[in-house]
């Protein structure tokens, strides 16, 4: 293996076969291991039956296997402490400490830091006593929006129309605890209005990178219809009016920045992917949460567009230098859409063969989320969102009508997905 490096990638969604994808591509990578993948990371590595969460596995399994470097894709082991337990191992790894990881994995403290630092958000108050935040409804009215303070796997946020709908709320997760302790704490905040955009920085402490951008789909029906997902698709880049560079400058200056000083002051600074969940309103863009790593499915259309190496950037950011990081982006557009399996994200069924994955064209990516090689060779559906179909093109459209196209060719019983994805924009 010479000097190339042994990498360890931690996660198995559609997020983590893209970063494998690209990492893949690098000429500094000896090895790729993934833990626990799927059927998709196992093509470009080899994966390893260690669950993300388990993160004294994961620590154990870098040591005992001589890991040069550890790559963290979900928010629970982030949250856990991984990254704490693998610098104290004396490992490198890309990603935030837990302390730093608190931007996500507590809206309270996220808010607080906003409004101490002057970063446009919307008003907020948070309340762990459930008779103080019904108080405070008398006084707020609706709309008004609900969140649960801890990670939720992105239940947690209710845009109440209506009081009654608030209340809902706030009796599931402070009353019932219908997501344990991360309903202990609520936000009551603000409802803004405006078009959403994801925007990610490569943070190495005290500097923020160039920003990537996409907007992602987060009902699962046409139209923004139907229940909330994981994710349903995106697209990259947001549209003009939307994203530029102009606006690329102002939301480091006016909202990345300010928030990674503060942690850094605080003695916990955040060296990894940040992501800003932002809404750009009539006042011009305010964040709406912050998150400690890269989006799904937002990574699946923005990694296809990075021309540069990504391990190279992730080293360089990770050992305190992210003006050295190589980011270079691909004008063109990329849209990825998300096939998940029937019945998502209610009950469905799993095991279903997958069919024409070797029929899509030699430039279209997909990336596997609940997949898995079956016995016989062949590849099984094993989770709620089974895959996300991507493809470039010259502009949205281009690049839409190639990912449907592939997207087609590609079946299994029940696959659902959006037919809007990047649509008119
Ligand atoms: P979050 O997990 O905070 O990004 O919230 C999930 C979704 O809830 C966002 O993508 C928005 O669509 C919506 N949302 C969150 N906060 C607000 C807000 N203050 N006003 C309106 N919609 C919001
Ligand atoms: N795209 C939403 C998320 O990754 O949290």
């Known amino acids: 293996m010479g000097d190339r490096l042994r990498v360890l990638l931690v996660g198995g969604g559609a997020r983590e076969h893209a970063i494998a994808w690209k990492l893949a591509q690098s000429p500094l990578l000896g090895e790729l291991l993934t833990a626990p993948g799927n059927a998709g990371t196992a093509q470009v590595g080899a994966n390893v039956p260690i669950e993300a969460e388990d993160v004294e596995g994961v620590v154990g399994f870098a040591r005992a296997r001589g890991v040069d470097f550890t790559v963290v894709g979900p928010e629970a082991p982030l949250a856990a402490g991984l990254v704490d337990m693998l610098l104290d191992a004396g490992l490198r790894v890309f990603g935030p400490t837990q302390a730093a990881a608190r931007i996500e994995s507590s809206k309270a403290f996220a808010k607080e830091l906003m409004l101490a630092n002057g970063v446009p958000t919307g008003a907020a108050a948070w309340f762990s006593d ?9 006084d707020a009215g609706a709309p008004v929006v609900v969140k649960a303070d801890g990670l939720a796997a992105g239940k947690g946020v209710r845009v109440a129309r209506t009081r009654r709908e608030a209340e809902d709320a706030l009796r599931a997760w402070m009353v ?142 990770a050992s305190g230098d992210v003006d ?10 990329c849209v990825g859409v998300v096939m998940a399996s029937g019945g998502y994200p209610g009950r469905y069924a799993t095991g279903y063969a997958i069919g024409g994955l070797d029929s899509v064209d030699a430039d279209a990516m997909v990336f596997h989320a609940g997949t898995r090689e079956a016995g ?19 502009a949205v459209a281009e690049a839409r009508g190639r990912a449907y196209e592939n997207a087609a060719r590609i079946g299994f019983t029940g696959a659902q997905y959006r037919s809007d994805i990047g649509r008119d924009k």
């Open 376 to 394: 016989d060779g062949s590849v099984v559906t094993s989770g709620g969102r089974v895959l996300t179909v991507a493809a470039l093109g010259s």
């Open 324 to 333: 050295a990081a190589p980011l270079e982006w691909d004008s063109r557009a």
């Open 176 to 317: 019932e605890r219908e997501f344990g302790d991360a309903g202990e704490a609520v936000l009551l905040e603000e409802r803004l209005e405006g078009p959403e955009v994801s925007v990610f920085g490569f943070v190495d402490g005290r500097r923020v990178s160039q920003l990537a951008a996409a907007c992602d789909y987060k009902l699962a029906g046409d139209g923004d219809t139907g229940p909330n997902t994981g994710g349903m698709g995106s697209y990259s880049p947001p549209a003009p009016g939307l994203w530029d560079a102009e606006m690329d400058a102002r939301v480091r200056r006016e909202i990345m920045e300010p928030v990674v000083s503060a942690l850094a002051e605080a003695g916990s600074p955040f060296v990894g992917v940040l992501y800003a969940g932002l809404m750009i309103t009539r006042d011009g863009p305010k964040a709406l949460e912050f998150n400690a790593r890269l989006g799904d499915p937002e990574t699946q259309v923005v990694l296809p567009r990075l021309r540069s190496d990504l391990l190279e950037a992730m080293l360089c950011t």
């Open 130 to 138: 459930y008779g103080e935040a019904l108080r405070h409804l008398d």
